[in-house]
């Protein structure tokens, strides 16, 4: 059911597929200006991905730039740190925009902009804490082996519980970065079982996709082509997952948009 109201909404609201599309274009015509490409390794690669945001096709590749052994230039961290401000910028009027067309309102292309701007602050914190803390689990992963790892990898799992619905309980409930950590993790504990039944199967879904494009995607041409596919498949995945959340905290069926002063 939420697979087919997720794709619904990218049916009748075209653009909002399209708005992950442009961004991925533009990003990758822009790479050669910070002295790489992005490259996907030789061989065969499969990756679990269960999108909840704007779909990003590096998401499901084996890029060679994410090996440990490859040196990280300067140009390459200013490009991802500003890979990551787009990203998060547009997350929270993509989010708000899918909410809207599952709330059965028409999305605003003109309201994005807005809606973007008025989640931005809240979303870069909540990506900011995360990517502290799995700094720290990396680090601690280094440190202990053996069943300490094994104990430290169950601890992993177990927040990634907590932040799973994070971001779209901050933007389909305008929450502010507390609570929604604390309302995302609610709503998984209470429908732990209804979520997984859902988030299972698109993580199949995306390895076996993963296993395909990691292929096609060791091709200039073919990671071209594949960035729309993506932004459409992963975009019906991410407005599944917005989809269940709305059924699981049954929201009223006001409007999402905010009005933004």
């Not at 929270?92 to 599952?102: D, K, Q």
């Not at 009223?252 to 002063?261: D, G, H, K, V, Y």
């Amino acid at each position: 059911m939420e697979l087919d109201n997720g794709f619904r909404v990218l049916h009748k609201n075209r653009w909002i597929w399209l708005l992950p599309t442009v961004l991925s274009l533009v990003s990758l015509l822009l790479t050669p200006l910070f002295g790489f490409f992005p490259t996907v390794q030789r061989g065969i690669h499969i990756k679990f991905a269960v999108p909840t945001g704007m779909p990003d096709l590096d998401s499901i590749l084996k890029l060679e730039q994410m090996n440990i052994g490859v040196p990280v230039r300067p140009q390459m961290l200013l490009f991802a740190l500003i890979s990551i401000l787009v990203d998060t910028f547009f997350t929270g009027g993509w989010l708000a925009m899918v909410f809207a067309a599952l709330r059965g309102t028409e999305p605003d292309k003109t309201d994005l902009w807005e809606q973007s701007r008025y989640f931005f602050s809240r979303l870069l914190l909540t990506r900011i804490l995360t990517l502290l803390v799995g700094i720290f689990g990396l680090v601690l992963l280094a440190i202990f082996l053996g069943p300490l790892a094994f104990i430290l990898l169950i601890l992993a799992f177990v927040g990634l519980m907590y932040v799973f619905f994070w971001e779209l309980a901050i933007v389909g409930e305008d929450l502010s970065v507390g609570e929604g950590f604390t309302r995302g993790y609610e709503v998984l504990r209470a429908n732990l079982g209804e979520v997984l039944r859902v988030v299972l199967p698109i993580a199949l879904y995306t390895a076996i996709i993963s296993l395909v494009a990691n292929l096609i995607a060791q091709y200039i041409l073919g990671y071209v082509l594949l960035i729309p596919v993506w932004s459409y498949i992963g975009g019906g995945f991410s407005a599944a997952i917005c989809a269940l959340y709305e059924r699981l905290t049954k929201l009223p069926t006001s409007p999402p948009i905010n009005n933004l002063q």
